[in-house]
């Protein structure tokens, strides 16, 4: 194949996995189903979406979190909550907003995990929380599943609060049982009349409780919680109104970002077209690609200064700038890790926290070398080197998977388990402990060996369907919508999209101090 048609083969697997995500992201945005949404737009109610929309400032982005979450699962794409990180008042909040078009807004798994996740990055990045809150509370279904761990929900909210962090709440409807401690819990409280509900139970368990007959607005509506119980800071005439008020709080919060602010304020644009990147990896993740050519349209004027770079070649290191931030970047060249790439990960991440510098891990490694020379040659300690750096390291880490994530590189380049900032994948993604015909060969190896240890003969026939399911059930679970489904990841994002999710994510994480660590674990030499 000649350079263009490979670049053209590459593009049309690549349109082929963005459909797939297109697909997956509609069905996500499609929340209940029309049937819901009608019922909801009828009764005069915004959908969650629209909620975010008209909170947001006007013409600005909203980095939405996760939005494929439970997809391959037995709950709707998406969970029933939306999230992301948005601008209000010029303040970059992170939005949390029930869609009550699924099962009431009720609370599932995938949404516990997508509003668990919002409240790290919350507190990671000094991000103001704003709930959107419309929920029937527990979806009693799965009640067993989110309960116990639900709870820390309310205890982040306090904890966001305690480290300075604002939380705003704005109460559309039902709020009930834990729920409402949303509003409880958050520093200013905003409730839409006639429509806010927030009790700890309903009449109907009220009766059973304590026999008591009461009403609705009795227990726990907006007025009465702004006239009385005093739990409504704000009461709100209808849904707009109470978006305004929200506006309003975040207008007097005298919000100020700690970190430093970018170097310019008119970042050069990348030099190289970021269409390109469609054209870069290959369906076929045995076949390497140069992260330079990824690199050169996403970083400001496509200029990167490599550091080392005749040294750990299959390790690209450098310094640039991302819309104005400066960043240290490590890109994994070709695939495997070699004891240089390690030890020379280990230096550059240490010079990275010297000077504050925030770190992008670009991911396309199939792990560690193996093999004899190299465990001799001490391939495990210096892989440790590196990954005591990436664990050690307190400058903020930016991580996106271009290609493959396998092994122990994924822990090393900064995988989820190591608690990157932002994590994001490309479509073509891929992530497991290995291959899926590494992984099929090496059972069949073990089961041979186990076989003639107990001198039973083999069944080739059985082996070689044993392989071609676990290939095919290893594949499955390697892709990157799967991996997003079960939130190992922020998102799937358009590999054109590279620069500006980074750029958003960077702008983010400035909200909080960007200091680098004053010390590491004992590194063995
Ligand atoms: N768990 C599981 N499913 C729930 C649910 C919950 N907590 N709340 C609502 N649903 C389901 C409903 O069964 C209904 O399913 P269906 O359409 O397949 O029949 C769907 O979500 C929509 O509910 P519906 O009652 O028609 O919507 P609504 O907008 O008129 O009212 C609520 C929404 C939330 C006010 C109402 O459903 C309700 O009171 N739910 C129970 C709240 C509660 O007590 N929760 C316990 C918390 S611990």
């Not at 983010?508 to 063995?524: E, K, L, Q, T």
């Amino acid at each position: 194949m000649t350079t263009s048609q490979a670049s053209q083969a590459n593009r049309r697997a690549m349109l082929d996995r963005l459909a797939e995500l297109d697909a997956a992201l509609d069905q996500a945005r499609a929340g209940g189903g029309e049937k819901y949404v009608t019922r909801h737009h009828g009764r005069g109610k915004l959908l969650a979406r629209e909620r975010v929309e008209l909170l947001l400032d006007r013409d600005s982005p909203f980095l939405e979190l996760s939005p494929v979450a439970g997809w391959d699962t037995d709950f709707p794409v998406g969970g029933s909550v939306v999230t992301g990180i948005g601008v209000v008042e010029g303040v970059e909040c992170l939005l949390i907003a029930n869609d009550p078009t699924v099962r009431g807004g009720a609370v599932n798994p995938i949404s516990l995990a997508k509003t668990r996740r919002a409240g790290d990055i919350a507190l990671a990045n000094r991000l103001p929380m704003v709930n959107l809150v419309e929920s029937g509370g527990a979806d009693l279904p799965s009640q067993a599943d989110i309960f116990i761990p639900g709870g820390r929900v309310f205890r982040d909210l306090t904890r966001l609060s305690a480290a300075r962090i604002p939380t705003v709440s704005v109460v559309f409807g039902n709020a009930t049982a834990g729920g409402a401690y949303v509003p409880g819990m958050s520093d200013y409280t905003i409730m839409v009349r006639d429509r806010a509900k927030v009790f700890l139970a309903g009449p109907p368990l009220v009766k059973m409780a304590t026999g008591e007959v009461t009403d609705d607005e009795s227990l726990g509506g907006a007025t009465m919680h702004a006239t009385r119980s005093g739990l409504a800071d704000y009461l709100a005439v209808d849904e707009r109104d109470g978006l305004r008020l929200a506006r309003q709080v975040i207008r007097r919060l005298n919000w100020r970002k700690q970190g430093p602010p970018p170097r310019t304020s008119v970042p050069a644009p990348p030099v190289y077209d970021p269409e390109d990147l469609l054209d870069v990896p290959s369906a076929d993740l045995k076949v390497p690609f140069d992260p330079r050519e990824v690199l050169a349209r996403v970083l400001d004027g496509s200029e990167f200064d490599e550091f080392k770079p005749a040294y750990g070649t299959a390790l690209v290191t450098g310094w640039g700038e991302l819309h104005g931030y400066p960043v240290g970047v490590l890109a994994n060249a070709r695939g495997v890790l070699f004891s240089e790439e390690a030890q020379k990960a280990a230096q550059f991440i240490q010079l990275a926290n010297a000077a504050d510098t925030p770190l992008v891990f670009l991911q396309n490694t199939t792990g560690y070398m193996v093999g004899a020379e190299y465990e001799q040659g001490g391939i495990i300690k210096h892989g440790a080197l590196m990954i005591n750096a990436v664990s050690n390291s307190t400058v903020p880490h930016l991580t996106v998977n271009l290609g493959a994530s396998y092994g122990a590189g994924n822990y090393g380049m900064c995988g989820r388990a190591y608690e990157p900032r932002f994590l994001f994948s490309w479509p073509n993604a891929k992530s497991a402990v290995m291959g899926p015909a590494q992984l099929a060969g090496t059972l069949s190896i073990v089961a041979r060996q186990a076989a003639l240890a107990r001198g039973r003969e083999y069944d080739e026939d059985s082996d070689a369907a044993m392989r071609m399911m676990v290939e095919q059930q290893i594949e499955s679970q390697s892709g990157a919508l799967f991996l997003s489904g079960k939130l190992y990841d922020d998102g799937v994002i358009d590999p054109r999209d590279t620069r500006t999710v980074l750029g958003l994510c960077l702008s983010a994480v400035h909200n909080g101090p960007i200091s680098g660590a004053d010390g590491f674990g004992v590194f063995r030499m």
